[in-house]
């Protein structure tokens, strides 16, 4: 039976790699990269950098597709995504089918947490239900954006007895109303920050979490709004691309 490692390997720092992850690199021979263009290479190299930072006395080889692109523009979102997830289902079968043999290992490298906003996990349980792939396999946690944010903020994410809720930026822009006095917002291409009623709200934000780029601006919305904005602009100007996670408190 064909093997799979989902390995969540943190939000950019190799550090930030568990010692079951470490173990788990060890038992992989083939390792499946999904190519998502030339601005985004560094994903690319963090994971082959990791491989051979903890990989010890074993043969292993890097297998790269391309990865399939969400339609973007006036498109129904939830549609989009479906979509996207059916293609990469289709790749991650031809992967899987005719880049391992049955007494192999293979292994997906998914940046920050397999479990939060990943789709790993749906699309192999989604190639097993479909009868097109015959494989097992696990997942290994990560440290994610949201650990790390806070770890560099030096702030606890909940304050005391107190809830925190994890959404995206699109349905902040949308007008979700939270009763959570943490609020933390992740995938906001839209500055949905800037819709916060109560702009003595504190902002945690943080981006290329772990990395060499990383970048942190922290105070009251009012006060550091238009700088984040200014700040994440230029930034995915010079990188091609941006990952960035913030975390919001009530006043």
């Known amino acids: 039976m064909k093997k799979l490692l989902v390995i969540g390997i943190g939000a950019g720092n190799p550090d930030y790699i568990t010692m079951q992850a470490v173990k788990a690199l060890n038992r992989v021979d083939v390792f499946f990269l999904m190519d998502k263009g030339q601005s985004k290479d560094k994903l690319i190299d963090l994971r082959r950098d990791i491989c051979e930072r903890y990989i010890t006395d074993r043969d292993y080889r890097f297998v790269e597709a391309q990865s399939p692109e969400r339609e973007r523009g006036e498109v129904d979102y939830r549609s989009s995504v479906d979509d996207l997830n059916l293609a990469k289902q289709r790749t991650f079968e031809q992967l899987i089918n005719e880049q391992m043999s049955d007494d192999q290992c293979g292994g997906f490298l998914v940046w920050g947490d397999p479990a939060l906003y990943d789709s790993t996990i749906r699309i192999l349980q989604s190639i097993l239900a479909s009868g097109a792939c015959a494989f097992e396999f696990e997942v290994i946690p990560g440290i994610t954006s949201v650990q790390a944010l806070a770890a560099q903020h030096k702030v606890p994410l ?7 809720e994890i959404t995206t930026g699109r349905r902040l822009a949308a007008g979700q109303v939270s009763d959570a006095d943490s609020l933390v917002v992740m995938l906001d ?3 949905a920050y800037h819709q916060v009623a109560d702009q003595d709200t504190e902002i945690y934000w943080g981006a ?10 922290s105070g009251k ?3 550091v709004a238009d700088e984040i904005e200014r700040v994440r602009k230029a930034a995915r ?12 408190r009530k006043p």
């Open 158 to 164: 909940n304050q005391i007895g107190r809830s925190v």
């Open 189 to 191: 291409a839209q500055d």
């Open 208 to 217: 290329y979490l772990g990395t060499p780029d990383e970048i942190l601006i």
């Open 221 to 223: 919305l009012k006060d």
């Open 237 to 248: 100007l010079a990188n091609g691309w941006i990952m960035d996670t913030y975390l919001l």
